[in-house]
């Protein structure tokens, strides 16, 4: 069965964004991590087969890195904007999710430099990994974020069904509200957790692996591209 017109008109908006296809171009980075495991440890594949895969992963890496060159400048402005927060736990744990991130994103653009063989550095691992650890750090504070958001909202759920107005118009439409509020954040949780697996396990604090490197990046790329596809398509 062919694609509609309409559908068609749906792909074309969702890959003119370019976040759109930096996340389709990570699906198949990990994508790519995971087979070249499998076809390792099957022992089935040939080494150019291999070594086409292994490149393939390596220049996407690369190319995505170019499309999140300047996103340490939105991430200064994020955090700038987060010290004014109200909330005292929302003010520190957004601050350190997107300072860490913009120290993420910077040392990201110092590897890009380097794979490109603009200026190499000396202590190019150490780079990396530094900003794999900044990363989790983001990761971390994100989470924590979510978690405190989702207290506060299953707070005020209760409260809500606790009220005696539990039929007026308005209650009604702030618990839908509410549960919407609450799947996003859940969804938030799920990825950013998620997403741990890969700096712990590039990191080698926990024995993960490529194949669940692989897997973990997958899933989340899957994930952002949903969130994505719903916020151009369906907005």
């Not at 060159?69 to 957004?94: M, W």
């Amino acid at each position: 069965m062919f694609p509609t017109d309409a559908q068609i008109t749906l792909l074309n908006n969702f890959l003119a964004v370019t976040n759109s296809r930096e996340k389709l171009y990570r699906f198949i980075q990990y994508f790519a991590r995971f087979y070249v495991f499998y076809l390792l440890r099957r022992g089935n594949g040939s080494k150019q087969t291999i070594q086409r895969w292994n490149d393939l992963k390596s220049h996407l890496s690369t190319g995505r890195k170019l499309f999140r060159l300047l996103k340490p400048v939105e991430l200064a402005q994020s955090s700038i904007k987060a010290v004014f927060l109200h909330d005292p736990v929302l003010r520190v744990t957004q601050f350190i999710k997107f300072a860490s991130n913009f120290l993420y994103f910077t040392f990201e653009a110092l590897s890009l430099v380097d794979a490109v063989n603009f200026y190499k550095f000396r202590n190019m691992k150490r780079i990396n990994e530094f900003g794999l650890k900044c990363w989790f750090l983001s990761l971390v504070a994100s989470s924590i974020s979510s978690v405190y958001n989702l207290k506060k909202l299953e707070t005020r759920m209760k409260a809500l069904k606790n009220e005696n107005f539990l039929d007026d118009a308005d209650s009604k439409i702030e618990q839908k509200t509410l549960l919407k509020q609450i799947d996003t954040i859940k969804y938030q949780l799920y990825q950013d957790l998620t997403d741990m697996c890969i700096p712990v396990g590039s990191l080698r604090w926990l024995p993960l692996g490529e194949p669940i490197i692989g897997i973990a990046g997958m899933i989340t790329s899957m994930m952002a591209m949903n969130t994505q596809w719903k916020k151009i398509n369906l907005a």
